[in-house]
């Protein structure tokens, strides 16, 4: 069946949601702008995340130690913003580790996870100008897509490999303190990111380095050194800071009874 | 580079691209708009995307398939484990093809099997949860020592006995994440959506060098 794109006829705006779209397209701009001014030579330096350090440090212990890394890329599927992130982390780690001959080993739930994953591994491969240790198989280990089955293969995944450092990075839920705590028992460095809430204090629990929310997104544009995508974190602060205007704009009109903010915000 | 080898970098970078912004276009004018046309673009659109998902999922299922027959065939680590997977992957298939999903035969093999696995680990969860609190109580930091009397005064305010002896015990504890707890947990949903956005658009302008760097050739 061919896809036809109709002739729009008519068209009308849903109630209360021109606010969103208008912010929206802000962020868009916002993004552009920053890109832009990346182009003309403006650069912006991260404040320094010690789980972006501690991932460099862990690479570095696991050569020492002979040990591999192991990186999860969580419970998601490829619709899951979160779980892009991770996969953006992988590729990262993969290549990193190949270039130290430190094998990077990954656990994705969802069938189209591993196909992607196994993409990527190959990929990082051929960027450390390393192809030939790449096998399909040896570094995508797959134990299910169900939440506690992905735990437990996990947990026996490195009960019995005993990683050097775990990453966590990706959309998780309690199935992550069943993992953490078996890397806990092996004295792997942990470094955790989601932005699950509930997760997140499970991760806090068991790991050594925890990225918090937006920061999943922030490290994985700051892993890549790469200077657009450095430069749309500065975007991303820049909506953040309009949106503690708005709130604190709230909380002085909504205190002195006018509705005005809020009505507009329901445009 | 081959003419082949072009083409198909064209096709798994280019295409995959305007696939990207026309289906984001079309979800994001469906969410702030109302259009019989849009809304009809919509519904096909999402049909093709049950299909690519459907797809893709049987591509990961024989992308395991050939990395598992590949581990049995050489006797790697934990091959009979693998063999056992393949061979069940193949018997659910094969009893879901030929009972029916809903059918009593694939309920019942379901449900005594995986299900009830899941609700024992689910119990075991306890466990994990004692061993990480351990360490994790173990104060070493003030910040652990703020999470730690937070902690403790939740437990303590949400226990039968201080509920039943102090009226304003349940106040205090909602006051605390209905407030304080509650400020945070905005703080972090709206960051992350901001966040999410940006991925995305880093997605759509071509920068983001991960996931679609599979694609990149």
Not at chain 1, 219 to 234: G, L, N, R
Request: one cysteine or more; charged letters at 15%.
């Amino acid at each position: 069946m061919i896809l036809q794109i109709p002739l729009i006829e008519q068209i009308t705006p849903r109630a209360g949601q021109m606010f969103n779209l208008a912010m929206l397209i802000l962020s868009g701009v916002l993004v552009y702008l920053s890109y832009y001014l990346a182009k003309q030579g403006r650069t912006w330096t991260i404040r320094p995340m010690e789980a972006l350090d501690a991932i460099q440090e862990g690479i570095g212990r696991a050569a020492e130690m002979g040990r591999p890394v192991l990186m999860f890329p969580g419970i998601g599927n490829l619709q899951n913003v979160q779980t892009i992130a991770g996969l953006t982390m992988l590729g990262e780690i993969v290549e990193r580790g190949a270039r130290v001959n430190v094998p990077v080993n990954t656990i994705p739930s969802a069938t189209e996870i591993v196909t992607a994953s196994e993409a990527i591994v190959r990929d990082a491969y051929n960027r450390a100008g390393k192809p030939e240790l790449y096998e399909i198989g040896k570094y995508v280990k797959w134990f299910g897509t169900d939440q506690f089955v992905y735990a437990v293969g996990g947990a026996g995944h490195i009960l019995v490999e005993k990683p050097a450092m775990i990453v966590f990075l990706g959309y998780f839920l309690a199935d992550v303190l069943v993992t953490g705590e078996a890397g806990s028992r092996v004295g792997a460095l942990q470094i955790g990111g989601t932005a699950d809430q509930s997760a997140l204090s499970l991760m806090a629990m068991c790991c050594d380095y925890i990225v918090m929310g937006e920061e999943i997104y922030a490290v994985t544009a700051a892993i890549t050194e790469d200077k657009y995508q450095i430069a749309t974190i500065a975007s991303q602060d820049w909506f953040k800071s309009l949106l503690i205007v708005f709130l604190v704009a709230g909380v002085i009109l909504t205190a002195a009874g006018l509705k005005s903010l809020i009505n507009f915000m329901w445009w | 580079m081959s003419t082949m080898d072009s083409i198909s970098r064209f096709v798994r970078t280019r295409i995959t691209r305007i696939v990207i912004v026309i289906t984001l276009l079309s979800a994001v004018a469906g969410y702030f708009f109302s259009s019989p046309e849009i809304n009809n673009l919509n519904a096909e659109l999402n049909l093709w995307n049950m299909n690519i998902i459907t797809f893709t999922l049987f591509i990961g299922l024989i992308t395991i398939y050939f990395s598992y027959s590949k581990s049995v065939s050489q006797r790697s680590t934990n091959w009979p484990f693998r063999l056992y997977a393949l061979v069940l992957i193949i018997v659910w298939i094969v009893m879901g093809l030929y009972s029916g999903l809903y059918s009593d035969m694939y309920q019942t093999a379901f449900l005594s099997t995986k299900i009830t696995l899941h609700i024992a680990i689910l119990g075991q969860l306890i466990f994990f949860y004692l061993s990480a609190m351990y360490r994790t109580f173990r104060v070493k930091t003030l910040r652990t020592g703020i999470l730690v009397i937070f902690a403790l005064a939740m437990v303590v305010l949400n226990s039968p006995i201080t509920l039943s002896n102090w009226s304003a015990a349940d106040q205090i504890s909602y006051w605390l994440l209905n407030n304080p707890g509650m400020g945070g947990a905005r703080a972090v949903v709206l960051a992350s959506g901001v966040g999410g956005v940006v991925l995305a658009l880093r997605i759509l302008m071509g920068l983001e060098k991960g996931a679609l760097r599979a694609t990149g050739g």
